[in-house]
């Protein structure tokens, strides 16, 4: 009965290694989305799953980015070969129908995050 | 691109004034305007939120003002206390097809002293 809850915690990677990040969502929601906060930024949304489709993978800085969802549970955001720039709080949410089922303003639900720094 | 425009950056208030945050829009097609709260080491966690059909939304400490005319909106926090000391952000997000995603304004660091 948890909220979100995101691991590593932290995690401290080189330039040019891959990393892995997991999210796991509230039970029972479908909608699960992974946004960035880089220092000093707001969030910026980087893809919405619903179920374990991603019909909205627009905010993915590049083909470095991917993540998958299994069913309506956890999900992993990869980042392969990273880069100094992607050095950033990585924050998961979740949203019981998500928006496109919703009809919009559904409240999100964060998890603490996950702290990257890229030597 | 879609924007939504946060001030100040920070905000310094002594316990039991009052706490005022400013964001701004260009996109007409937003019509959901939440706020969130973020402590340190911790998600953002949902403060309170207002649709355009009315003009303001209280619940207990904290009040949205919203001016659709003016494509603006506000927080105020009254009887602003250090508990509240937090990083708020401002969010929007339209209807339609990509109604799911919140565009953020970049965040206020608000210290309330005692």
């Known amino acids: 009965g948890a909220g979100v809850s995101q691991s590593p915690s932290n995690k401290v990677t080189e330039k040019g290694k891959d990393v892995e990040l997991r999210c796991d969502p509230i039970?029972?929601?479908?909608?699960l989305y992974w946004y960035r906060q880089r220092l000093g930024q707001g969030l910026e949304f980087l893809i919405y799953?619903?179920?374990?489709?991603?019909?909205?993978k627009s905010g993915l800085p590049s083909d470095r980015f991917s993540a998958e969802r299994t069913g309506e549970s956890v999900s992993t955001l990869t980042i392969q070969r990273t880069q100094q720039e992607d050095s950033a709080v990585y924050l998961c949410?979740?949203?019981?129908?998500?928006?496109?089922?919703?009809?919009?303003?559904?409240?999100?639900?964060f998890g603490p995050g996950t702290r990257l720094l890229v030597l | 691109q879609q924007q939504v425009k946060q001030s100040p950056q920070s905000l310094i208030v002594q316990k039991g004034g009052i706490s005022i945050i400013n964001c701004a829009y260009e996109?007409?097609?937003?019509?959901?305007f939440p706020w969130y709260q973020q402590f340190p080491g911790k998600g953002p966690a949902l403060l309170i939120a207002?649709?355009?059909?009315?003009s303001e939304k209280k619940e207990g400490r904290f009040t949205i003002s919203f001016n659709k005319s003016a494509k603006q909106f506000s927080l105020h926090i009254m009887d602003s206390q250090p508990g509240d000391s937090a990083t708020y952000f401002c969010a929007a997000s339209g209807s339609g097809g990509s109604n799911y995603k919140l565009t953020f304004g970049k965040g206020t660091l608000l210290t309330v002293n005692p």
């Open positions: 207002i649709r355009p059909d009315v």
């Open positions: 949410a979740s949203s019981l129908f998500g928006g496109l089922l919703a009809g919009g303003g559904e409240t999100q639900y």
């Open positions: 996109n007409t097609a937003f019509d959901y």
């Open positions: 039970s029972g929601h479908t909608a």
């Open positions: 799953f619903q179920g374990n489709s991603a019909p909205d």
